[in-house]
């Protein structure tokens, strides 16, 4: 019985592992959408003439990436929802 708790907490240390760093995560496809979905609203981009203020970094988070710009920042979860 140890045998089969120590295979068990071995494989949620592991599951837990790459959910933290989510490795399946594309950096780019998560600029362009959080681009897409919010560059107008949070002021990213001027909403007169349409001109890139500044731009958006994605930075690894634990459980997802951080996306930030010079007007706010934003948690993208590993599973794909922009908070």
Same mark, same amino acid.
């Given at each position: 019985?140890?045998?089969?708790?120590? %295979?068990?907490?071995?494989?949620?240390?592991?599951?837990?592992?790459?959910?933290? *760093?989510?490795? *399946?995560?594309?950096?780019?496809?998560?600029?362009?959408?959080?681009?897409?979905?919010?560059?107008?609203?949070?002021?990213?981009?001027?909403?007169? @003439?349409?001109?890139? %203020?500044?731009?958006? @970094?994605?930075? *690894?988070?634990?459980?997802?990436?951080?996306?930030?710009?010079?007007?706010?920042?934003?948690?993208? @979860?590993? *599973?794909?929802?922009?908070?």
């Amino acid at each position: 019985m140890k045998k089969n708790a120590k %295979i068990a907490l071995i494989m949620a240390l592991v599951i837990m592992l790459l959910l933290i *760093w989510a490795p *399946w995560m594309d950096n780019q496809a998560i600029h362009d959408r959080v681009f897409k979905e919010k560059a107008r609203i949070d002021g990213t981009i001027d909403k007169q @003439t349409g001109e890139l %203020i500044c731009d958006y @970094t994605v930075m *690894w988070f634990p459980f997802g990436r951080w996306v930030v710009s010079c007007e706010g920042g934003y948690f993208v @979860t590993f *599973w794909g929802k922009i908070l």
